[in-house]
């Protein structure tokens, strides 16, 4: 490592100088370093090599579906060596299992992937990096934290195999339909499955949440206050915060759940006749467990956004070579959107039967969250203005970031307003909303993150034009798929429907929903061009230089190949925010956090001019003192 | 072998990236296809979905067959126009911006941290526009949520795994009680016969309700949850085991006017279920007809009971009521 100090921090290193620097940690062996290793970036990137492989199986559930939904007289024979007994003697789908393939398509998608790939990769990776801490504050716990999320993916991942299926009443896994074997297959062991793992997802997700918190409070490095954090840390601390507070509620959903299933208690369960019996329970709600549910299921949904909000927040600062506009309305939007996401969640059950005044309530709240986020999305565009762009690959994924969440989040505004979802609730319109708002920008700001942070956590670079490849494939192949499913579901077509054939309203644009299967498999294609460009570049990648977007953040002083503790000398000292980017009078079009504004007189505010001015005359009295 | 491609693609750019020595470059010309790129999907975007939006307009716009439908759906096109608004201009912005602003060696970016006026202003203003969408939303949604007149026509909707039945309450105009335990094969509503008040209702195929007249769904379930989607009638509510709902409403337009508006000849409502419910979810359909008052009464004056269907079920009715069930289902005369 002694080969790094002498590196200047700003000054990009050539091609040529191979640097030998590996790891020197020799006393640790294969297994502490790589696989339970307390290292807050080896766990990262765990967390992100765990999320892309759930990311690919994810994506081939929903390949497999849309081919039903695409082509409902396709002779899916063919896939019978894969699917087994799920392809029918007439080598068809089997309705059950297609509802199996949605439910785990929306469970890997929202929590394996967007939560635990995309949170826990980036707090992991970027908190202590940003902050300036050698590691998280446990990093025991934190091992801990990415070993429970593994068992509960290896359950999940099991669950796919079962005789009887893997749970099949949606991702909302809904009672009864969730609490009955009688009422679909899914519901017996794969259901059992789904909680266990679940129940091992949210000790993981509290045990990292809880770290991420104790290391921002207490670890910042000296002068990194709250109003020099960069947004993206803001951000990893309020998710964090969201999740601590909300996958309790989740945990003793499924808790209860589990006694229904199995100890007989009627939480959710009430005058049930099924199958030719009926069943003893009385009292129970169903009803109760939507709050539960959506308790956590909307703040999760920004669990899922705000990480990818901060992730973008610093790549379109630095690629626009312009501060962050808006910092403080920034921060005060993630804390209203906090704040808020705890009160909307009843906007899921306008039409469940909810009283109709708590729904008016519920109107009110979720068109309030609106605002913040609209704010969000005008701070970014003024960013933008008269900016200096550097089209990364990370910052293409950044606007189209910004693109989807605009597209997808104006329509939160029609499904917010109860009169109008009485008709679009559970319709296509819907599936298109989450998809583009949550679904697409969330992927969108993970991916942005791989391609600005690759080079900090392999030391190489990714091949920026297959990166724009990459980007055009997708961001066009997205909107080709989500954005026509608005007039599927405003012609009323209901989600998770196995074919539309059964009725004459929805008998209608059966091209479009072709189209819409064949524009899907190819942007799941294009997503081998990504896979082929991470992993053969963690190897042969260009090595990287060690600032390669002359960005202020705090990691981009470590070496190229950081050791555990993160930097080899002493943690640098913080002496601005992140943002400095082109100030004027500066020499360069960026200055770093660990710049003491004492050596920029020529770009300082008046203010920052004062301090240093005051700071000057405290040291000269001091030493007159001493005198 | 797309692997060995992709391989020999990556090493090539790496090469050529060397012998120009672009890496040592802010910027290659990359930047610039990508701006221009960026400009050209803006056109085509806008472009498409307009394009779609008004060739496809029949096929997505369902006629409204209902009174509290053309409230809602007016609120629909009203917070269509002002978020159309807001999607072209922010995506507008968002690609003009980044095309406009490129890097350009030269220039430098304008350093421009906040201003709190602004922020203001775009917390205000969607705030009030909000505001106005929310207050005509909740009008309509007070109304239509409101309890049902007096004299609504009343049909009980029951869904099970996989189809719907209905229950009309009949001449009496109550529906009779019903205990889930009582459900068996037949008897699919669980019908308590020591009631009076089911011993005249009726259980038809399809539903049929009066133009012009409020009618009020009682909705049940009974294994899992259901919701009853009628999409022309711009309803929906879920069906709930051991909690029954409701939801009520003005047919407004026959299946006849309907059939002349849509120029389809076999155009019928459908009410579809749209709450996850198991293997058949996509296949509960059930039919509603709406004819004018007159026809409807007659239709009703011509069911027959479900005990007369079932005579069996006399057994169930207590000693003290038979000649009453007798009478009124019409079996005395048999
Ligand atoms: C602009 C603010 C937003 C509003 C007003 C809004 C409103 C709504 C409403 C009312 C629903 C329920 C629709 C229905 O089921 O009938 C919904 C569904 C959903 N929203 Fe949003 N939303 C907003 C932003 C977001 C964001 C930021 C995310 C994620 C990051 C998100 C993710 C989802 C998801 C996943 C669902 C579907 C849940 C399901 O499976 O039923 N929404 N949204
Ligand atoms: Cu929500
Ligand atoms: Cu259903």
């Known amino acids: ?627 | 072998m797309i692997i060995g491609i992709l391989a020999i693609v990556y090493r090539i750019h790496g090469l050529v990236d060397v012998a120009r020595n672009t890496h040592q470059k802010r910027v290659t010309s990359s930047n610039r296809i990508n701006a221009v790129l960026l400009f050209i999907f803006l056109i085509a975007g806008v472009a498409a979905t307009i394009w779609m939006s008004f060739s496809w307009f029949d096929l997505y716009h369902l006629p409204v067959a209902s009174e509290h439908g053309k409230s809602t759906d007016s609120i629909f096109w009203i917070t269509m126009a002002v978020t159309l608004v807001v999607f072209f201009i922010t995506q507008i912005l968002l690609f003009f911006f980044s095309f406009r602003y490129r890097y350009k060696e030269k220039r430098d970016a304008f350093y421009y941290p906040e201003n709190n006026r602004l922020e203001i202003v775009w917390t205000i203003v969607p705030a009030i526009v909000l505001s106005l969408l929310i207050f005509g939303g909740l009008k309509a949604w007070n109304n239509l949520m409101d309890d049902p007149p007096e004299q609504s026509e009343v049909v009980e909707i029951l869904g099970y795994q996989f189809a719907w039945r209905t229950r009309y309450p009949g001449n009496d105009n109550q529906l009779g009680a019903y205990d889930y335990r009582m459900i068996d094969a037949e008897n699919v509503f669980g019908m308590d016969f020591r009631d009076r008040a089911s011993f005249d209702d009726f259980s038809p195929r399809e539903v049929h309700l009066p133009k012009g007249k409020p009618v009020l769904f009682k909705i049940r379930a009974r294994d899992v949850l259901h919701s009853v989607f009628a999409p022309h009638f711009r309803l929906k509510m879920d069906a709930v085991p051991g909690m029954p709902t409701s939801f009520w409403f003005i047919p407004n337009k026959t299946t006849e006017e309907m059939r002349v508006e849509t120029g389809n000849p076999d155009f019928n409502y459908e009410i579809a279920c749209a709450e996850l419910c198991g293997r058949g979810h996509f296949s509960m359909r059930l039919l509603v007809v709406v004819e004018e008052p007159e026809d409807y009464e007659k239709w009703k004056s011509e069911q027959k009971s479900w005990l007369s269907n079932n005579p069996d079920y006399l057994s169930k009715v207590p000693e003290d009521l038979k000649e009453l069930a007798l009478l009124k289902t019409g079996l005395d005369k048999q």
Not at chain 1, 356 to 384: D, E, R
Not at chain 1, 604 to 611: A, C, D, G, I
């Open chain 1, 1 to 627: 490592m002694g080969k790094a100090k002498l590196e200047d921090k700003n000054q990009n290193i050539s091609v040529e100088d191979h640097g030998a620097e590996h790891d020197h940690d020799h006393h640790q062996s294969f297994i502490t370093k790589y696989i339970f290793s307390t290292d807050h970036k080896t766990i990262a990137k765990q967390y992100l090599i765990t999320g892309i492989f759930w990311a690919f199986i994810g994506g081939m559930l929903s390949v497999i579906f849309r081919l039903q939904l695409g082509f409902p007289d396709m002779e899916l024979e063919w896939l019978r060596p894969l699917l087994g007994k799920w392809i029918t003697e007439t080598g068809k789908l089997d309705p059950e299992f297609y509802l199996a393939l949605v439910t785990m398509h929306g469970t890997i998608m929202v929590f394996f992937v967007l939560t635990a790939g995309l949170s826990g990769t980036f707090s992991n990776f970027l908190i202590p990096l940003q902050i300036g801490a050698r590691d998280m504050a446990s990093g025991f716990m934190n091992m801990l934290s990415y070993w429970f999320f593994f068992a509960s993916s290896v359950v999940m991942f099991f669950s796919l195999f079962i005789e009887t299926g893997p749970a099949s009443g949606g991702w909302v896994v809904y009672p009864p339909l969730s609490a009955l074997p009688q009422a679909i297959s899914g519901s017996g062991l794969g259901m059992t499955l789904w909680l266990i793992a679940m129940a091992l997802f949210i000790a993981s997700t509290l045990l990292g949440g809880i770290n991420y918190i104790t290391t921002i409070i207490n670890l910042r490095t000296e002068g990194m206050s709250f109003t020099r954090l960069p947004l993206t840390i803001w951000a990893f601390l309020l998710t964090a915060i969201l999740g601590l507070l909300s996958f309790p509620v989740l945990f003793a959903a499924a808790l209860l759940l589990i006694f229904d299933r199995s100890f007989g208690t009627s939480f959710f369960l009430s005058e049930i006749f099924i199958n030719g019996e009926a069943l003893p329970n009385i009292g129970g709600s169903p009803i109760l467990y939507q709050h539960l549910f959506w308790f956590l299921g909307h703040p999760e949904v920004y669990i899922v956004i705000l990480p990818a909000f901060g992730i973008t927040s610093e790549i379109i600062a630095t690629n626009s070579r312009k501060p962050i506009f808006g910092y403080r309305a920034m921060i005060g939007s993630l804390l209203a959107i906090t704040v808020l996401s705890f009160l909307v969640w009843a906007h899921h059950m306008f039409v469940s039967g909810l009283n109709p005044f708590l729904g008016s309530v519920f109107v009110l709240f979720t068109l309030i969250i609106a605002i913040p986020s609209a704010v969000k999305v005008f701070n970014y565009l003024t960013t933008l203005w008269r900016g200096n762009i550097v089209f990364t690959p990370a910052m293409l994924f950044s606007i189209g970031l910004v693109s989807f969440f605009i597209s997808g989040g104006l329509t939160g505004i029609f499904l917010g307003n109860s009169a109008i979802d009485i008709q679009l609730h559970d319709t296509y319109f819907v599936v298109a909303h989450f998809h583009l708002v949550m679904g697409s920008a969330a992927f969108f700001g993970m991916m942005a993150g791989v391609y600005h942070w690759f080079p900090k956590m392999f030391g190489r670079m990714m091949d920026a034009r297959m990166g724009y490849v990459h980007f055009w494939l997708t961001f066009i192949g997205i909107y080709l798929v989500f954005f026509p499913m608005h007039y599927l579901g405003i012609a009323g077509f209901p989600r998770r429907y196995y074919s539309f054939t059964n009725f004459d309203a929805f008998n209608i644009f059966t091209d479009l929903n072709s189209f819409i299967s064949v524009a899907a498999i190819l942007t799941f294609a294009a997503q081998l061009v990504f896979a082929f460009n991470f992993f053969y570049s963690i190897f042969r990648g260009r090595l990287a230089p060690l600032n390669p977007w002359r960005s202020n953040t705090l990691e981009w002083t470590t070496p190229r190949f950081l050791g555990h503790g993160n930097w080899p000398g002493e943690i640098p000292k913080v002496y601005r925010w992140p943002y400095d980017y082109s100030k004027p009078g500066a020499r360069e079009d960026f200055i770093p956090q660990n710049v003491p504004l004492s050596v920029t007189p020529e770009s300082n505010l008046p203010s920052e001019k004062e301090k240093v001015d005051a700071e000057n005359r405290r040291t000269k009295e001091k030493s007159v003192n001493e005198k």
